[in-house]
């Protein structure tokens, strides 16, 4: 990484309180654990009002990384535990030990050395080592669908996807997307039209490919302007991987698949 570089994240990191705690584990504690396990002021603290805060927070910080910086930083790694919040909930981003630095007006690179989280990764990153600005802006979108929905995107859903990005696609196909939504949200009657209009930012974030992709300013741009027009999403990547299965087996041919990625090593007798 270039040294010229090290205050800056620097300053970021030390932006960062002692006391912040990981977004990750304050959405899905609240949804995950059993009813009678569950903790009613954590329940409170994520309201709409306070996951806008957190998700436009995020947007402006990698706005500010992207566009605003000495030197153009991508992150690599956005990702929910990677999102800390202060006492006040509000986000700093976190784990710059990926980062990478574009100079002057360079917008994208490539490596052979393939680092991140899968799930959080864009397609043209993860199957090529391209990454780019647009690889942050992937990562964003599905944190954004986190957030939105209280779900990991790493499950098992009700669709032919094995994702949350196939499942939120599937359900925004067929007009039943405040299904997505989590449930300690559904009292808030007011915000389900912000709800659906931040699910199709989500998935213009998620697209295939990373033209399609808005930068972080449109991003930031349709967070806080209602008044801004949206574009209808493409399908996301890596939607619809039960339905390769099973087209892949319906030739005759038989894969073998790890769905957690975990290695799967075969022993045949010579």
Known sequence: MDRSATPIISLLLLSIV?????????????????????DPTKRMLLDWVTRVQIIEGIAQGLLYLHQYSRVRIIHRDL??????LDKDMNPKISDFGMARIC?????????????GTYGYMSPEYALEGIFSIKSDVFS?????????????????????????????????TSNTTLELI??????????????????????????????DRPTMNDVVSMLTNEAAALR????????????????????????????????ISILEAR
């Open 182 to 211: 989590d449930p300690i949200l559904e009292d808030e009657y007011s915000s389900k039209h912000m709800l659906l209009r931040y699910v199709n930012i989500a998935l213009l974030c998620v697209q295939e490919s990373a033209d």
């Open 103 to 115: 100079g002057g007006n360079e917008l994208q690179a490539n490596t052979s050395r393939i680092v």
């Open 79 to 84: 990702k929910a535990s990677n999102i800390l």
């Open 140 to 172: 964003f979108g599905v944190l954004l669908l986190e957030i939105v929905s209280g779900k990991k995107n790493t499950g098992l859903y009700r669709t032919d996807s094995l994702n949350l990005l196939g499942y939120a696609w599937d359900l925004w």
């Open 232 to 263: 209808s999403p493409k399908q996301p990547a890596f939607s619809f991987v039960r339905n390769t299965v099973t087209s892949t087996s319906s030739t005759g041919k038989t894969e073998d698949c790890s769905v957690n990625q975990v290695t």
């Open 18 to 38: 002692p006391a912040a705690v990981a977004i990750l584990g304050l959405i899905f504690y609240c949804v995950r654990r059993k009813p009678r396990s569950r």
